[in-house]
């Protein structure tokens, strides 16, 4: 695990590896829990808001050991899962699974990922959603990993490439929309708005097919 840490966060660090060994006891090592944090820690390397890198580290950590989870077989997966990819995982995808884990009800669940992520969520984007009653501000741009995407059932790209890698089996689509990052409040409401329409039906296709 990363060592140049100062001591504060390196005790919050060895606090999530405690607590995600007992939450996944009996389903992964120790060891392998503190190789993924370690891991994800290093993806955070170069965040700008240090303060929140140990509670980002915790939270991309729970969230890659239950897909690798699900992904290898080791606990039964409940509802769909879906995952979003965008570039920057700051704007559309944070939008889309916002928009499908409020309007699916808990019967869908919903990840979201970036090929090139950035340190923040555009602000407009949360604005827009904060507008409808959907709250994203929590939310922060996650790198995209192999195993969210042996996760999922259906995988949704937004101007990503062939970033994402392919899984036989799997949903694969690709939403054209317009990438929100330095555009003003009324585009982002538009592209928003765009995206709202696409869930629902993404929401009806996947509870359907399963």
Known sequence: ?????????????????????????GIFSRETIDAYVGESLDQFADA?????????????????????????????KVVPEVLFVC????????????????????RVHVRSAGSDPVDRLNPNAV???????VDISKEFPKPLTDEVVRAADA??????????????????????????????LATVQRIRDDIRGRV?????????SG
């Open 155 to 184: 995988v949704i790209t937004m101007g990503c490439g062939d970033a994402c890698p392919i899984y036989p089996g799997k949903r694969y689509e690709d939403w054209d929309l317009e990438d929100p990052a330095g555009k003003d």
């Open 87 to 106: 570039v920057h995982n700051s704007g559309r995808s944070q939008m889309a699974a916002g928009l499908l884990d409020k309007l699916a009800e808990g």
């Open 1 to 25: 695990m990363t060592t140049q840490l100062d001591q504060a966060t390196q005790e919050h660090v060895q606090r999530s590896v405690d607590l995600l060994a007992q939450e996944f006891a």
């Open 127 to 133: 604005a827009a959603m904060e507008e409808i009653g």
């Open 48 to 76: 700008t808001v240090r303060e929140f890198v140990p509670i980002m580290v915790e939270r991309f950590s729970r969230q890659r050991l239950r897909a690798l989870a699900q992904a290898e077989g080791r606990v039964t």
């Open 200 to 208: 629902e039906n993404l929401i009806a296709s996947v509870l359907t």
